[in-house]
């Protein structure tokens, strides 16, 4: 068995935004030597989330759009007294930090619209994604 | 360390609908000759998820009601200029497409009301679950 | 290839609660003599998940208020003339049981802010929390 660390880093631009990962992703996996088994893509931050969707400029859009209008900023949390950011906590925790995609034949395995990608929900700031590959 | 791949194909008949494929999963875990390891189920769909709850009937419509009271079709997308079903990508970009089940002793480990699905957002459609098995 | 099966026993005191399990699961890694891999958590509930955020109280109380107001208790589910808790299968489903989090250097990878949680949805009860660690 063979376990290969690498990370991806990233400077986002606005305070809620998908920024795609996936050729990064799949380069970690290619270079890993790992034929087949399983790739973790984790965020270590508690206001960012990884998700696996199509990279349409719209859609990417409407995801946005999305997370603002089912986690709005400012309503009465708790955690705002303290940093003013509960909101992007809360979609954080609910949609979660940690993708797992299978590996098969040295590369990711990917429908043909899927992508994937870093959501940053308290930007812009400096993120680390951990890509952990694991396989034989 | 082994690791095997399977698919699970199926075809749904609505536009929401809750699959149930535990039998199938089941099955092929246990035809991996995998004792210990994980169970890695993987929609390779951008308006499929995955999801391991209860199978009770009204369970059921309940999760596709509330799928379509939260993610409702056509509330001025900007996918849907493109393709007619936002609503689907969203919540599947939210809900997601990968789902680890340990698997010990030649099983998966499931609690006693935990069944696992197939979440169709945007049927009817022909889907393809891959199914990983990876461990010793 | 080396897979270490334990489990977190804990009884829940409220109806919707977070529980943090860090240390626990740390100490199941610490222990586990596997230096590189990942580490599985379970719960083999359907009325719990399992999220990864900041352990701060205020952020707690706002988790447990937005999962109330979401995922609100006797809106007229079908779940409910069975069993009183279909609110809790909801949020337990769109949130879901399963989190894989990568082990480096024989310790779990967790950013500065990030806990691990168990969040009890149909409290209080005992529960029980299957932690996997599979890796070399």
Redesign the interface.
């Known amino acids: 068995?063979k376990?290969v660390?690498d990370e991806i880093r990233l400077n986002t631009e606005k305070r809620k935004e998908l920024v795609e990962i996936t050729k990064q992703v799949a380069g970690i996996v290619a270079g890993s030597n790992i034929t087949?088994?399983?790739c973790?893509v984790?965020?270590?931050?508690?206001t960012t989330a990884v998700?696996?969707?199509?990279n349409?400029?719209?859609?990417k859009?409407?995801?946005v759009?999305?997370i603002e209008e089912?986690?709005p900023r400012g309503s009465g949390?708790?955690?705002d007294?303290?940093d003013d950011n509960?909101d992007a906590?809360?979609a954080?925790?609910?949609?979660?930090?940690?993708?797992?995609?299978?590996v098969?034949g040295s590369a990711l395995?990917?429908?043909t619209?899927?992508s994937i990608f870093t959501l940053e929900l308290d930007g812009p700031r400096s993120r680390r994604i951990?890509v952990?590959v694991?396989?034989?």
């Open positions: 068995m376990v660390f087949n088994g399983i973790v984790y965020a270590t931050h508690t998700v696996v969707n199509e349409e400029q719209g859609l859009e409407d995801i759009r999305k089912d986690f949390w708790q955690h007294k303290i509960a906590h809360l954080g925790a609910f949609i979660g930090p940690s993708m797992i995609i299978p098969k395995v990917l429908g619209w899927q951990l952990e694991l396989g034989e």
